[in-house]
C-alpha cells in the first residue's frame, strides 16, 4: 500500500479552498517539467538556510545497539507483509556507526542546515524514566560534528518512533502519552539545548492520525478513524505541552511543529467540487494549523465529528491554549496537492512519481507558502521537507528538476514577502520509506546497501553549486 494514496482514500471527502481559486501557472507545473521551465539566476535571501532532512529510524541502524530500546516501527516493520520488500530499520544506512562519513558529506554539499530527529527510545528505552547516556551522546556527538563543520541542527523531537514500552501503555491513544511526550522533550532540550537553536516538536501529525491509525498501514496498524482523531488530539497536546516544557528549561531558542500540508483545489468549477474543497481543507490543512498557530479548531472539522465521536471527550478545557502556546516558527512539508470532485472523491490531475500518491505540482507550494502567510500571519517558515523518489540510482535528472521547479515556486512566494528561512530536501540519504521498505530512494547521495558505501548522485552535485550561489 502507498502511504499517502491510502491517506487520499481514508480521507476521501474532506480538504481546502484557500488556494482553491488560484491561477495555476504553467511555467511552473510540473505536468510539462524541463530544463528551461525555470527562469535562470533567481538569488535566494542572504543566509538562506540551504538544508537536507532525514529522520532516525530511516537511517540510523543500529536498532539494539547501546541499549536503545524497541519503538512501535521496530515492532511493526518486523511483523510479516508490513513493508513491501520486507525490509526494516534494523541497519537502514546504518548512519548511527558512520555518522562522520555522513558529516562529512554534509560539510563536502556545503550544508547550512542538517535536520534529523531523536530517536526517542534510544535516549529513553522505554519511553521514560532512566536516561540512556550512551544514546543521548551519540546526538551530542552528531550536534558537536555538524557544528565543527559549521552546519545548524535542526532537530525533530518525534519522527513517528513511539516507544513500544509507552504503545503498550496505549501509546498515542493515551492522553499521559502527551505528558511523557513532553517530559521526554525537556530532558533533551536541556541536554542539547546550549547547542541547539532551534526544536521541532512533532513530524507529520497528519500522517500519523490517517496512515498508522486511520489506514494501518504505518505503525502502530490501528484501523479506527474515531480512534485515530482521539490520537491526533493528543498528539496536538503533546505539541503543545513540549512547547512549554522547552520553554521552562531556560534554553534560548526556537521551537514549532513540522507540519505536511496540501492545498486542496476543486476538481472543477461546479460548486459542489468547491464546497467539498472547503471540506478537504479542513481535514488536510486547517485542523492541524488552527490548533497549533490559533489555539483552536476550525468549527467546520468540528462539526464533521458526531456527537458520540470519542474525540469531542478526549478535548479537554483548557486543551486548545496549551496546543496554541506561541510556536515560534513553522516547518512546512510540501510533496503534493488534492483535488476534489462534487462527490468529494479525490483525483489526480498531474503526474506523479514512482511513489504513486505523490501528484507533481510545485505551484501548490507557492500556494500553499502565500496561503499560510495570509490565513495565519508573519510566523518564519522553513521549508523542513520537499523531495522525490527517482528510480535511476545516481543519474536522477527528475530530481534536479523537481527542486529546481520547486525552489522557483518558494522564490517566488519569498518575492511576495512570504518569511521563508530554509529548504530542507527530503532526504539527504536513500533510507527505509516505512511501508514502502527500500524500494524507493529518496536520497541526494545514493547508499549501496550491501557495503553501505555512498555514492553523491547528480542531484547532489546540482544542490552543491544551489548552495554555492545562494540561488538556482
Ligand atoms: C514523511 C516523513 C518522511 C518520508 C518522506 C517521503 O513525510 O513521511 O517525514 O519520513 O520518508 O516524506 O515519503
Do not use: N
Given at each position: 500500500?502507498?502511504?499517502?494514496?491510502?491517506?487520499?482514500?481514508?480521507?476521501?471527502?474532506?480538504?481546502?479552498?484557500?488556494?482553491?481559486?488560484?491561477?495555476?501557472?504553467?511555467?511552473?507545473?510540473?505536468?510539462?517539467?524541463?530544463?528551461?521551465?525555470?527562469?535562470?539566476?533567481?538569488?535566494?535571501?542572504?543566509?538562506?538556510?540551504?538544508?537536507?532532512?532525514?529522520?532516525?529510524?530511516?537511517?540510523?541502524?543500529?536498532?539494539?545497539?547501546?541499549?536503545?530500546?524497541?519503538?512501535?516501527?521496530?515492532?511493526?516493520?518486523?511483523?510479516?507483509?508490513?513493508?513491501?520488500?520486507?525490509?526494516?530499520?534494523?541497519?537502514?544506512?546504518?548512519?548511527?556507526?558512520?555518522?562522520?562519513?555522513?558529516?562529512?558529506?554534509?560539510r563536502d554539499l556545503g550544508l547550512k542546515s542538517y535536520r534529523f530527529s531523536i530517536s526517542w527510545p534510544r535516549v529513553l528505552p522505554t519511553g521514560r524514566g532512566t536516561v540512556n547516556a550512551k544514546g543521548l551522546d551519540f546526538y551530542h556527538r552528531l550536534v558537536?560534528?555538524?557544528l565543527a563543520r559549521g552546519i545548524t541542527p535542526l532537530v525533530t523531537l518525534f519522527h513517528w518512533d513511539t516507544p513500544q514500552a509507552l504503545q503498550e501503555a496505549g501509546g498515542w491513544t493515551n492522553r499521559d502519552c502527551a505528558s511523557w511526550f513532553a517530559d521526554y522533550a525537556s530532558m533533551v532540550c536541556y541536554s542539547l539545548g546550549d547547542k541547539v537553536q532551534t526544536w521541532l516538536t512533532l513530524n507529520e501529525p497528519k500522517t500519523v492520525t490517517e496512515v498508522g491509525y486511520t489506514a494501518g498501514v504505518h505503525a502502530p496498524g490501528v484501523r479506527d478513524r474515531r480512534v485515530a482523531n482521539v490520537a491526533a488530539h493528543h498528539l496536538l497536546l503533546g505539541h503543545g505541552l513540549a512547547v512549554q516544557a522547552f520553554r521552562a528549561t531556560g534554553r534560548k531558542g526556537r521551537i514549532g511543529a513540522a507540519l505536511n500540508l496540501s492545498p486542496v483545489y476543486p476538481a472543477d468549477?461546479?460548486?459542489?467540487?468547491?464546497?467539498?474543497?472547503?471540506?478537504?481543507d479542513a481535514e488536510e490543512n486547517r485542523r492541524w494549523l488552527d490548533p497549533v498557530l490559533l489555539g483552536r479548531y476550525p468549527d467546520d472539522w468540528l462539526a464533521t465529528q458526531p456527537a458520540d465521536a470519542p474525540v469531542r471527550a478526549a478535548i479537554h478545557a483548557g486543551d486548545l491554549a496549551v496546543i496554541g502556546t506561541k510556536s515560534d516558527i513553522l516547518g512546512v512539508q510540501y510533496y503534493n496537492p488534492a483535488y476534489v470532485t462534487a462527490t468529494g472523491a479525490r483525483v489526480q490531475k498531474h503526474p506523479t512519481s514512482q511513489a504513486s500518491w505523490q501528484q507533481l505540482y510545485p505551484q501548490g507550494l507557492y500556494d500553499l507558502l502565500t496561503r499560510i502567510r495570509r490565513d495565519y500571519g508573519d510566523i518564519p517558515l522553513t521549508i523542513t521537507e520537499n523531495g522525490i523518489p527517482s528510480v535511476h540510482p545516481t543519474d536522477d535528472e527528475d530530481r534536479i528538476t523537481f527542486l529546481r521547479d520547486h525552489l522557483t515556486a518558494a522564490h517566488r512566494a519569498i518575492r511576495e514577502g512570504v518569511r521563508l528561512e530554509g529548504y530542507h530536501v527530503w532526504s539527504l540519504l536513500d533510507n527505509f520509506e516505512w511501508a514502502e521498505g527500500y524500494t524507493q530512494r529518496w536520497g541526494l547521495i545514493h547508499v549501496d546497501y550491501s557495503t553501505q558505501q555512498r555514492h553523491r548522485k547528480a542531484s547532489a552535485d546540482w544542490y552543491q553549486q544551489v548552495i554555492a550561489r545562494n540561488g538556482i
Open positions: 500500500m502507498r502511504r499517502r494514496h491510502v491517506l487520499t482514500l481514508a480521507a476521501a471527502g474532506a480538504v481546502t479552498a484557500g488556494c482553491s481559486t488560484r491561477r495555476r501557472t504553467p511555467s511552473t507545473d510540473a505536468s510539462a517539467p524541463s530544463a528551461s521551465a525555470a527562469p535562470a539566476g533567481l538569488a535566494f535571501p542572504k543566509g538562506f538556510a540551504w538544508g537536507a532532512s532525514t529522520s532516525a529510524y530511516q537511517v540510523e541502524g543500529g536498532a539494539t545497539a547501546d541499549g536503545r530500546g524497541p519503538s512501535v516501527w521496530d515492532v511493526f516493520s518486523h511483523e510479516a507483509g508490513r513493508t513491501r520488500d520486507g525490509g526494516t530499520g534494523d541497519v537502514a544506512a546504518d548512519h548511527y556507526h558512520r555518522s562522520y562519513e555522513d558529516l562529512d558529506l554534509m558537536d560534528g555538524l468549477d461546479s460548486d459542489a467540487a468547491r464546497k467539498q474543497a472547503v471540506i478537504g
